[in-house]
């Protein structure tokens, strides 16, 4: 299967208020996105704090954000979890739904081996009628799917893609050469997805793209049509952001960002709290050199 996930993908954040998703404010910024040129759309991710929604609120922001996209661009729910069981009702859920893909985390905290990576990606993608893209974070779940392993996946044909955010950009020329040239490689780093690209991929699952939708579809399209000299010209003017971004466990700078637009609450659910203060100042920071304050 062919995929249609590349380019800037932002990795949404979900809004709160008073504890609660606050829907309206997540309407609004998925429109924002579109409007902005994005390439699709991520809910439930890491940055939308999916391990902390409930199973209802999960399924309620993956029919939300279908509902607003009306097939303008792709919509690759979130459905990750340590439990294959779950992962293939979440993506049976999100295939009624109207989702056009499924991003699925390898299980944390039960560490499987390498085959059974190959075993849960194959029962997911086999039962749950989403083409599927693996999210193959190491630093979060403590397992590393590794290139190989993902030719073996690639074989598959609803397994799509990778978000590689294993921070080792020279996969990327090996995975393209192990998974051929139909196979979706999108980094799972803003900080270095031009160098990505240059050495096979084609898009970024993006958390800076929350911020600075516009700008990172431009790099994003810069990098496709071959010119890197007006892709980097973009990533200068993002970098402080890229970076501060990080500076606090993700999503909370974000949502501080997105709060100085006026887009949405800075609200996080605990274990994240609110920034400090000095990262409220690089932030503002960060923002004011890409020309978004």
Known sequence: MTTPFTGTLPALITPFRDGKVDEAAFGALVERQIVSGVHGLVPNGTTGEAVTLSAD???????????????????VAGIGSPDTAKVIEMARFAKSAGADGALVVTPYYNRPSQDGLVAHFTAVAD?????????????????????ETLARLARHPMIVGVKDASNQLDRATRQRALCGRDFALLSGDDGTAVGFNA???????????????????????????????????????????????????????????????????????????PVSAATREALDAAMGRAGLL
């Open 57 to 75: 609120e999960q399924k309620r922001i993956i029919a939300l954000c279908v509902e607003i996209a009306k097939g303008r661009v792709p919509v």
């Open 127 to 147: 039962a749950g009628g989403l083409p599927v893209v693996v999210y193959n974070v190491p630093g979060r779940t403590g397992v590393d799917l590794l290139p």
């Open 199 to 273: 050495m096979g991929g084609q898009g970024c699952i993006s958390v800076t793209a929350n911020v600075a939708p516009e700008l990172c579809a431009r790099l994003q399209e810069c990098c496709a049509a071959g010119d890197y000299g007006s892709a980097h010209d973009i990533d200068l003017r993002l970098s402080a952001l890229h970076r501060a971004l990080f500076m606090e466990p993700s999503p909370a700078p974000a949502k501080y960002a997105l709060s100085r637009l006026g887009l949405c609450q800075e609200d996080v659910r605990l274990p994240l709290v």
